[in-house]
């Protein structure tokens, strides 16, 4: 069955160009205009990506996103013309899974895509680790979920793959372009700052569900790690 990717983008001539690049990929396409356009389309379709532009009239790509997170988990690749770090940031912050500046190369596009949907929907091997328990969290890799007390917390699925990635390698401390090249397939430049975001959504979440419970550490200078439970 095909994927169907929804394009939210206020310049029909972008949005139609990644249409038709997606659509050679195999993908079905919907579009929307803005963020309430979106909403619509997203409560009547199935959808398996979102690839998401920020300025757009009505509701913005950051308050879409905002709502979109409160129920869904659907994968978001955010869209924007600005180039700053703190732009990007915002972005992941508010719940995006992946970020790319216009203007934009469609094969990358594609690539990105590719790699979202691929991660979102992973069916593990027989070899990995299907459920990974530590304290009190269980990591779920088949079912794409984690809990703590038995309660499941919402993650993006970039905060899920760093946890599972963590949680599979315990005691092993991985850096940031450790964890991007793994997870994105591509190398970070030296200056993506994509892992630390997502790092920092997955420990508030974390926090929240659990206070007590500290996993993944900060070694300095280094990078991340998740001790070995006893």
């Not at 299907?130 to 970039?158: A, C, M, P």
């Amino acid at each position: 069955m095909s994927q169907t990717v929804l394009i939210v983008d206020d310049d029909r001539d972008i949005a139609r160009l990644a249409e038709i690049y997606l659509r050679n990929e195999g993908y079905d396409v919907l579009q929307a205009q803005d963020g309430l356009e979106a909403l619509a389309v997203i409560g009547q379709a199935s959808i398996d990506l979102i690839v998401l532009d920020v300025m757009m009239p009505r509701m913005d790509g950051l308050e879409f996103c905002r709502q979109v997170r409160a129920t869904s988990q659907v994968p978001i690749l955010m869209l924007s013309a600005k180039v700053q770090d703190m732009d990007k940031i915002t972005g992941l912050m508010t719940g995006a899974d992946d970020y790319m500046t216009k203007p934009f190369n469609p094969l990358e596009l594609n690539a990105r895509v590719k790699g979202l949907l691929r991660r979102a929907s992973y069916i593990p091997l027989d070899k990995e680790q299907g459920s990974i328990q530590i304290n009190s969290w269980e990591i779920d890799k088949k079912g794409h979920r984690v809990s703590v007390h038995g309660k499941e917390i919402k993650l993006t699925s970039s905060e899920f793959d760093i946890f599972y990635l963590l949680a599979k390698n315990q005691g092993t401390v991985f850096s940031s372009e450790e964890i991007f090249k793994r997870l994105w397939q591509e190398d970070s430049m030296g200056s993506n700052k994509t892992v630390m975001v997502h790092i920092k959504n997955l420990r508030d979440k974390m926090h929240a569900a659990s206070p007590g419970e500290a996993l993944i550490q900060t070694v300095w200078g280094v990078g991340y790690k998740i001790e070995k439970s006893h």
